[in-house]
């Protein structure tokens, strides 16, 4: 019986891994009530009683370590995660949680949106511009203020290489790439160099229209500006055209919305005046044709250009710019509903 004993254990001790059924079967085929163990302790009882002491403690000692090393095994299968019975499919998914559409991206897309359903086409440009389609081709002059240090970042210089300003240079990529008509919608992230505040950053959102064709006029631009207004703000809203300067446009506006807020009656929001600035806009100067190679004796054109931030602010009451770009789930979450 002793080497019985031993061959059981030599069996048990060879056996270093196994299968959950694996673990099973060894159990049945040492432990159970027809095991090899029970067999043996049922043959305990014909053991003559001067060897019952030695042979009692030996089968007891093969009980234990028996049940130890299957119990053992048993675990490592389990802790296993490959194994099938590691997976519990009655278990819930974890919970996936939905991202929200940026602010800007949804003015973005209803700025474009507007666009579309009067004819424009997308065209985009690059943000790491040189200085003729920021500056030069629009009509800057050599010595005008925006082509300082204090406002654009440079890259290089001479020639220069630097970060577009606005959205305007998308124009001049279209006009010397395509011929009239031209109907675009550029928007894009633009650069300036401003220190970050509530108010300003250094960098922010463009949209840009341009339109080019023969007998553009600025009544175009000006039912254009209504229909965007009112698409974007709502059928109440009125519109009112300021005359400005912008060096690429002639002549040029800005334009004033009614304020959405107090009706127009004046509030703090359009502090007092009842009217909130949105854009710029003008009938592209013939220069900046020439420039582009269009002639500008047969075609004419409007342009528009505005902030994406800006608008956001007055749909969405956003007071702090550096909220748009700090990436806090907390305001991000408030625009699930705006989807
Ligand atoms: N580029 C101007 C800016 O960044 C905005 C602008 C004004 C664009 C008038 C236009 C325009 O196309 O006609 O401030």
Redesign the pocket.
């Known amino acids: 019986m002793i080497d019985q004993i031993k061959q059981i254990r030599a069996e048990l001790e060879a056996v270093t891994t196994a299968t959950p059924e694996e673990v099973e079967a060894l159990r049945i085929k040492y432990l159970s009530k027809k095991g090899a163990i029970s067999a043996l302790m049922n043959d305990f009882r014909n053991v003559p009683a001067e060897q019952k002491r030695e042979l009692g403690q030996a089968l007891n000692e093969l009980k234990n370590f028996a049940t130890e090393h299957i119990n053992a095994l048993r675990e490592a299968a389990e802790a296993c995660c490959g194994c099938d019975d590691a997976l519990d499919l009655t278990r819930s998914a974890a919970p996936v949680n939905i991202g929200t559409r940026h602010p800007l991206s949804l003015v973005r897309e209803q700025i474009i949106d507007i666009f579309r359903r009067l004819g424009f086409t997308i065209a985009e440009g690059p943000e790491v511009e040189d200085d003729w389609h920021v500056f030069e081709s629009l009509n800057f002059a050599p010595d005008h203020p925006a082509r300082d240090m204090q406002d654009t970042f440079f890259i290089n210089r001479q020639p220069d290489v630097l970060l577009r300003?606005?959205?305007?240079s998308v124009?001049t990529r279209v006009m010397t790439s395509q011929k009239p008509p031209i109907r675009i919608i550029c928007p894009g992230r633009?650069y300036r160099n401003e220190a970050i505040s509530a108010r300003a950053h250094c960098f922010f959102h463009?949209v840009?229209?341009?339109y080019i064709d023969k007998n553009v006029t600025f009544a175009d631009l000006r039912q254009t500006l209504l229909y965007f207004a009112r698409e974007m703000f709502g059928p109440q809203t009125d519109i009112r055209l300021r005359p400005s300067y912008?060096p690429?446009?002639e002549p040029?506006a800005e334009m004033d919305i009614s304020c959405d807020l107090c009706g127009g009656k004046g509030c703090s929001f359009c502090k007092g005046t009842g009217w909130v600035e949105i854009?710029?806009?003008?009938m592209?100067d013939p220069a900046v044709l020439e420039a582009c190679g269009i002639d500008s004796k047969e075609y004419s054109g409007?342009?528009?250009?505005?902030g994406i931030e800006r608008i956001t602010n007055l749909k969405y009451r956003v007071k702090d710019l550096r909220l748009f770009s700090e990436n806090d789930i907390r305001f991000l979450d408030e625009f699930t509903a705006a989807h």
């Open positions: 300003t606005h959205t305007s124009q633009v463009q840009e229209a341009l912008f690429f446009t040029s854009l710029g806009c003008g592209v409007f342009a528009l250009g505005m």
